[in-house]
């Protein structure tokens, strides 16, 4: 029964990730879009402050704007700190790469949470785990191809993402049991609106037409939705059961590249992405058997 209960628990984490995913690629379709006609620093400040204003407006949902209060006030610092890093080095990869390659680069994430469960969070990460990590961030090189001129400043913005990413991961499930999903999503977006909005002063400002006002409202409804989906799941599961799930945005985006900007993945991003994501899916398996009863007078799983 407690093991029924522990699987309910764990499904519908799963179900919450995949509603942030889905949520967070039509963020990044919007931001690829955005991106052509505005700078960075305004993208991230109007897309901050829609988010932000979307939040507030549902505070009630959450149970009010009580629910952002916190006495862990230094751990909520670090992750605004860690949004801020995320959020432009991806956006900055995405706007000077193709999609499917900033979306390759960007979802060694989730194996970075796996490595960062284990001293972290104590969790158990055996051998085999280690062995797919590794095997993941052999497909990164697949992708970059060092020293075919690929290593560039956004290829290395979005890893530097991916890395934060995957610390906004970890500290979710850290605070999980005393801070809110509604806390944990809205202070992350506080410090990358301040500080665009202090870096905005420096960039011509592109006046929004129509279609750029809607796809920023597009885009900040979908950093709520994928704020509240990847929190909420990662507050309630652990990270190196959950990570492996935000492949599942791979496929889209690379259609997505293909259909609205022409992009085509080469072979050598197609490998890539193909042993990460087989590196990921291995660590499902293994947490899998994690979860299950070991038969009687077996050794526990790696």
């Not at 432009?88 to 193709?98: I, K, N, T, V």
């Not at 509240?228 to 985006?253: C, D, K, M, Q, W």
Request: glycine share 10%; aromatic share 10%; hydrophobic share 55%.
């Amino acid at each position: 029964m407690i093991q029924a209960g522990r699987d309910d628990a764990v499904d519908k984490a799963i179900a919450r990730l995949l509603l942030g995913v889905g949520a967070g690629l039509g963020l990044d379709l919007c931001a690829k879009q955005l991106l052509l006609s505005h700078s960075l620093d305004q993208f991230v400040f109007l897309r901050s402050l829609v988010g932000l204003l979307l939040f507030l407006l549902l505070a009630r949902r959450f149970g009010g704007w009580r629910q952002l209060a916190t006495k862990r006030w230094r751990w909520h610092l670090l992750r605004t700190a860690l949004s801020c890093f995320t959020m432009f080095g991806f956006f900055y990869g995405l706007a000077h790469m193709p999609l499917v390659n900033a979306l390759t680069l960007g979802f060694t994430a989730p194996l970075m949470v796996v490595a960062l469960s284990m001293p972290l969070l104590g969790e158990h990460v055996g051998w085999r785990r280690w062995m797919a990590v590794t095997t993941g961030f052999v497909g990164v090189l697949v992708v970059l191809r060092p020293g075919a001129g690929l290593v560039t400043p956004a290829s290395i913005a979005v890893l530097v993402a991916a890395f934060c990413y995957a610390c906004l991961a970890i500290t979710a499930r850290h605070l999980g049991s005393t801070e809110s999903s509604y806390a944990l999503s809205v202070w992350v977006i506080v410090g990358p609106l301040l500080l665009s909005g202090l870096l905005i002063a420096d960039d011509p400002w592109v006046a929004p037409d129509t279609a750029s006002w809607t796809l920023f409202l597009v885009a900040g409804a979908c950093s709520v939705l994928a704020w509240i989906g990847i929190v909420g799941g990662y507050r309630r599961a652990s990270p190196a059961i959950l990570a492996p799930f935000e492949y599942t945005a791979l496929v889209g985006g690379a259609a997505a590249g293909y259909l609205f900007w022409g992009e085509v993945p080469d072979g050598h991003t197609l490998a890539g992405a193909a042993i990460i994501i087989a590196s990921g899916l291995y660590v499902v398996y293994r947490e899998v058997r994690w979860r299950r009863p070991p038969p009687q007078g077996a050794g526990e799983p790696d």
